[in-house]
């Protein structure tokens, strides 16, 4: 019997014109931006590898110590999911003086965007009447006067629902992965196809949500007219209001110092301060040393100096005490004057994590913020993707710093010993350059896990919820 | 007649749950959305009070806009501190940039209310207004009267647009006037006028989509069907065509990524450095050289990206979405054509500030004090000219073609 009222919601949804035009639309835009992402990504890995070559230029040319970090930068090359989903790696730049602030305005339209505004619409359009619909209709009288049980019939609709929402879907993103798949450019690794399969699990579980919704509203309200309002409302609420709501509320209630403050703060504690510090601490060193050695007392010129410390090993003693005491006071400056640095920008990136995490907390009551978490982690192109770029570049320093640069400094220098060593021009093409790797998809599932449970917890009490409404609807 | 049948129009939408519904999100909404920017907008402007720069300091920084409260647009760009060191602009981001799930999603001001939310509702009110009429038979009532259709379709459109307009502008006025309770929040005449422009602006959108609710509910035999049209071209106005005729326009604008750009500009930073400490002698002039070798890369980029802008633009104005929101933000002074103004502004303070530490280093002064930066924003008259009246124009131009079009369909309409 199950089976029988499966079919029947099937049937009746793939008939109806709201189906046909999901199908459709849903189609036509999948297709449209894989493609129009596709060459996108095309182009911008043809830029890469021209960036690179240019870097490859200039290291055998200009390549010096001195600026070399200002060069070698962790860049992360375009990767094949960008194909489908864009997450953080759109490019707006405020950290430089040239940026590109036109998808802050219009936000990059994206697979994310494709399941969490568009397919979501598409299941309340499916669902809103799904039970006041049918009583308006009178068949739903009819379908209980026959003694099905009520269960029966609201576990029939959310699987017959589920069913047509699914596979359309799964249809429009297969056409857009043959689009995605037919470049030649594009190769597409197999770790990916298990990201891109949990992502559609993901898909699934937000749907659903959507589904459910409109399925208990559509058993809460007699009239489908008043049934589409409600849904809508709350869709509105859920999709497009909470979400964006959350970092401005997580900054009211958990705020950070001014970043701006904060960096002009460092600089002025590591420049001015610094040397105004240093210069008290060598003053009061030097005294101590004067006093013990009285001959420094006396105010010589640089040659005469230098002479002296050259005939007189006495004055040598005192002269070296005096360089240490110097040393001494620079040294501890610098120590001082980090110290309070570190402790400024360690409260600051404390204060910043902590409204983070707020915010991602917040907008975590939105499914669509649940799936866009989910979706960009595992696609890597998420704030998961930005740390794991921090540390593979930590990686690399490691080894430019230890190993790579006082090697060939040494070259350097068993050349020609009196070069300047930060500022002379070398050939550094044979640098090991920094090369990004995904994630492997093991460590990329992990931070998925509270995104789906949120999502699976929404789907239970929803059903849970729809099916207490639906026992208690009134089908006259 | 026409006025009757407003009037009536008026009466049932008080009485429908549609209209509470409705009443309900629209107060909701604008209200927190006020709410969220203003203590954002509060949150600013005590940063800019610290980090103001002090007399003589060659910093370019902008004073938050008071107007970003209801059009965020570029805000958080414009307010960036630009200071200016000898060869280069140090650019430092505010708060936004350390909190990375605001980059996730789009900032929930007036605009974006307008735009998304209340261009959802305006479709609402005009969804069901023939063929519903037509189901419960009220139509053929109404027509019997020998009224002409002509005034009914306008007694209905001004009926419901009184229904939307008149909760809208008052919720968002009295928005406005708590606002203006706090004195950090200082509106100047013009500002008012740029704020009353963007509520007509808004009324002229939100008219839009109450125009193409009645003319898909006057080709449509069934309310249902013309709710799920209606909702689909609604997410192709509002969502699809904005954000893929970017990306699409960026097929046809060749622009370098800006990653591309400033590894360009590192690069020929560090050559030159290199070869002037190789060089020795003049640095005074190696300095103004880089400056305007940086200059000129920056222009060029800048070209394209104008460009750029220009024909996603042109794309983008087939949904009146974008146009509305390019229109609106740019009265507001938050658009995308300020920022490019500021920045070539900002460059053309950096060339007078580097001409004159060479200067200085020529004459050995020390210690300087650099005239402030001076922003002039533009007025009225050139943010119309430079695009804001087509938009403005087209906006219009859409809601009489709509109406026109629905007063055709509603003709030939078969009322049995």
């Known amino acids: ?476 | 007649m026409t006025w009757t049948i407003a009037r009536k129009e008026i009466a049932s939408n008080l009485l429908s749950y549609k209209f509470f519904i409705v009443l309900l999100l629209m107060v909701l909404l604008v209200a927190t959305s006020l709410f969220i920017m203003y203590r954002d907008f509060d949150q600013s402007i005590a940063d800019y009070q610290i980090i103001r720069p002090k007399p003589g300091e060659p910093i370019a920084l902008v004073a938050p806009n008071p107007l970003s409260i209801f059009a965020k647009g570029l805000e958080n760009a414009i307010t960036r501190s630009f200071e200016i060191s000898v060869i280069r602009i140090d650019v430092r981001t505010g708060q936004a940039s350390g909190n990375v799930i605001y980059s996730f999603f789009t900032a929930p001001d007036f605009l974006y209310v307008v735009r998304v939310v209340l261009s959802l509702v305006a479709l609402l009110f005009g969804f069901d207004q023939v063929s519903r009429e037509r189901e419960q038979g009220t139509l053929k009532l109404l027509l019997g009267s020998s009224v002409s259709r002509a005034k009914v379709l306008a007694g209905k459109w001004i009926g419901n647009f009184l229904s939307l307009a008149v909760p809208f502008f008052f919720v968002t006025l009295l928005g406005t006037a708590v606002l203006l309770l706090d004195p950090v929040v200082h509106f100047s005449a013009g500002q008012f006028a740029r704020l009353g422009l963007i509520l007509v602006l808004s009324l002229f959108y939100l008219g839009f989509f109450l125009s193409l609710g009645m003319l898909v509910s006057a080709l449509t035999r069934r309310a249902a069907t013309s709710i799920i049209i209606l909702l689909f071209v609604w997410a192709v106005f509002v969502f699809i065509i904005p954000n893929l005729g970017t990306l699409a326009a960026r097929q046809f604008v060749s622009v370098p990524s800006v990653r591309a750009l400033t590894e360009k500009q590192e690069q020929t930073w560090t050559r030159e450095v290199l070869l002037g400490i190789s060089k020795g002698g003049n640095w005074a002039e190696h300095m103004q050289a880089l400056s305007r070798e940086e200059d000129q890369m920056e222009q060029d980029y800048r070209l394209k990206f104008e460009r750029l802008v220009r024909l996603s633009r042109d794309i983008n104005r087939i949904s009146p979405a974008a146009s509305f929101l390019d229109a609106s933000s740019e009265i507001a002074g938050t658009g995308i054509g300020e920022e490019i103004r500021l920045k070539s502004e900002i460059v053309r303070y950096k060339d007078s500030i580097i001409d004159q530490i060479i200067a200085n280093l020529s004459t050995g002064k020390r210690n300087v004090e650099y005239p402030a930066f001076v922003d002039r924003p533009r007025s009225l008259a050139e943010i119309f000219a430079s695009g804001a009246l087509f938009d403005t124009v087209w906006l219009i131009f859409l809601n009489i073609l709509l109406f026109a079009l629905a007063y055709v369909s509603f003709i030939r309409y078969d009322v049995r």
């Open chain 1, 1 to 476: 019997m199950m089976k029988t009222l499966v079919i029947k919601e099937i049937r009746t949804s793939i008939l109806s014109f709201r189906f046909l035009a999901s199908f459709v639309i849903l189609f036509v835009v999948v297709s449209v931006t894989a493609s129009v992402l596709t060459s996108n990504y095309l182009r911008r890995q043809a830029e890469y590898s021209q960036r690179q070559a240019e870097i490859d230029r200039y290291l055998g040319t200009y390549a010096h110590f001195n600026r070399i970090g200002a060069i070698l930068q962790a860049t992360q090359p375009p990767i094949p999911f960008q194909t489908l989903i864009r997450g953080l790696t759109a490019e707006i730049n405020l950290e430089e003086f040239d940026d590109d602030p036109l998808p802050v305005m219009f936000p990059l339209i994206d697979l994310t965007f494709i399941v969490t505004i568009l397919v979501s619409l598409i299941a309340l359009i499916l669902s809103y009447d799904v039970v006041c619909g049918e009583k308006e209709d009178g068949t739903l009288k009819q379908m209980l006067s026959n003694g099905l049980s009520r269960s029966k019939i609201v576990l029939a609709k959310f699987t017959g629902g589920a069913v047509t929402l699914i596979v359309p879907f799964l249809i429009s993103l297969s056409a857009g992965m043959l689009i995605i798949l037919l470049q030649p450019g594009v190769n597409w690794p197999a770790s990916d196809w298990g990201a891109l399969g949990l992502i559609v699990l993901g898909a699934f579980f937000y749907v659903a949500i959507f589904y459910l919704i409109g399925l208990l509203i559509s058993s809460l309200h007699a009239s489908s007219a008043s049934s589409i309002m409600t849904s809508l409302f709350i869709w509105v609420l859920l999709v497009l209001i909470v979400p964006n709501l959350s970092p401005y509320l997580s900054s009211f209630l958990s705020p950070t110092p001014s970043r701006i403050m904060i960096a002009r703060e460092v600089r002025r504690l590591t420049d001015v301060d610094r040397d105004d510090l240093g210069r008290k601490l060598e003053a009061k060193y030097r005294s101590e040393v004067v006093k013990q050695y009285p001959a420094l007392a006396e105010q010589l010129s640089e040659a005469e100096v230098k002479r002296r410390v050259a005939s007189d090993p006495e004055y040598r003693t005192a002269y070296e005490a005096m360089r240490a005491a110097e040393q001494k006071a620079w040294d501890e400056a610098n120590r001082i004057q980090d110290a309070k640095r570190n402790a400024l920008t360690a409260d600051l990136q404390q204060k910043e994590e902590a409204q983070t995490s707020l915010a991602r907390s917040i907008s975590m009551a939105s499914p669509l913020a649940d799936f866009a978490y989910l979706a960009t982690d595992l696609s890597s192109t998420g704030t998961r993707n930005t740390a794991h770029l921090g540390q593979l570049w930590q990686a690399w320093e490691s080894v430019f710093y230890r190993d790579y640069e006082p090697k060939k400094m040494a070259e350097l220098k068993a050349k020609d010993p009196t070069a300047d060593l930060w500022n002379t021009p070398i050939d550094m093409t044979d640098v090991p350059r920094f090369h990004y790797t995904e994630e492997a998809l093991g460590a990329r599932i992990k931070p998925i896990l509270p995104p789906f449970a949120v999502m699976l917890g929404y789907c239970i009490v929803l059903f849970a919820a729809a099916y207490v409404a639906f026992i208690g609807y009134d089908v006259r």
